[in-house]
């Protein structure tokens, strides 16, 4: 019986880890489709279609959720998606002026950044290995800032934001996320990103149904794929994987990224870059599995 229970739990672990290695891909193409459209279709048309959809997606698995949402919910809920979208949007509107193989390192320096912030807020001396890590990104920063055989410019500066504000949503979370339902916060979640998004498009762009329908395909399948069924895969599999296992298959990101840049965007990639990529990414293993 012991020994059952063991293949079963083993094979949940398995199904977790692909869910979440999928969960990664999938992310990595959501930023390669829309740094290939982001010319042809407004930024915020395209993430507005892209909640939108991943939104109907979720509420369609489990509509009751919806009458299970109290007013306590939304006063978490709403801010947390706010900061949500802040992320997002720095995210996509740098890939107007950089790389998408350079932004997905630089929005991953949140995995770093969260432990950081956490020892700034307490007070505390910085460990070791907050010091290996905070070293090696930088020289990585330098490094990957030529990964293209351009320097560092303001699109980078905008996936860097992109990652403290995703930085300020985790720490949110932990503080406040904990006395509402998963399921639940991730449907408030991804409405008000949506509003956001309507909003933004709206003022911002000039809300046209034109650059929708002209770019419907793209937004279809980073809607329902890159979103919609992200969101089920990562919250179904980090109740089993545990955060170290989950940290190091969503590095996988900016790795298809940067792999996916190239064959399909047919970016340059400079070996001094691919060395700015190693450094950030050695980093990152050391934030996750230190627990820095």
């Not at 059952?4 to 999938?26: C, I, T």
Request: charged share 15%.
């Amino acid at each position: 019986m012991t020994e059952m229970n063991s293949s079963v739990l083993e094979a949940k672990r398995l199904k977790a880890y692909a869910e979440l290695l999928f969960v990664a891909f999938s992310w990595a193409l959501a930023t390669i489709i829309i740094k290939k459209h982001i010319g042809d279709i407004p930024s915020y048309h395209l993430l507005m279609g892209r909640f939108v959809i991943g939104t109907i997606f979720v509420f369609a698995l489990q509509p009751s959720n919806v009458v299970r949402i109290k007013k306590q919910d939304l006063k978490i809920g709403i801010p947390l998606g706010i900061l949500v979208f802040g992320s997002y949007a720095f995210g996509v509107i740098c890939l107007n002026y950089t790389s998408a193989s350079k932004s997905a390192f630089l929005v991953s320096l949140s995995v770093l950044f969260i432990p950081l912030a956490e020892t700034i807020r307490k007070k505390m001396l910085p460990s070791k290995w907050i010091v290996i890590s905070v070293v090696l990104s930088l020289a990585g920063m330098v490094l990957i800032s030529g990964i293209n055989g351009t320097g560092f410019n303001y699109g980078d500066a905008l996936a860097i934001a992109s990652s403290i504000v995703y930085t300020m949503y985790v720490l949110a979370l932990d503080r406040h996320g904990k006395n509402i339902e998963d399921t639940l916060l991730t449907l408030i979640q991804l409405i008000v990103v949506s509003v956001c998004c309507i909003i933004a498009a709206v003022f911002v762009e000039g809300f046209s149904l034109e650059y929708i329908k002209n770019g419907l395909i793209p937004i279809i399948i980073i809607g329902v794929l890159c979103t919609g069924m992200t969101t089920l895969f990562q919250t179904r599999a980090q109740k089993v994987a545990s955060p170290e296992s989950a940290g190091i298959l969503f590095l996988g990101e900016p790795l298809f990224t940067l792999i996916m840049s190239y064959f399909i965007l047919k970016e340059t990639i400079l070996f001094k870059g691919l060395i700015g990529a190693g450094l950030i990414l050695s980093s990152l293993v050391i934030a996750v599995l230190k627990k820095v």
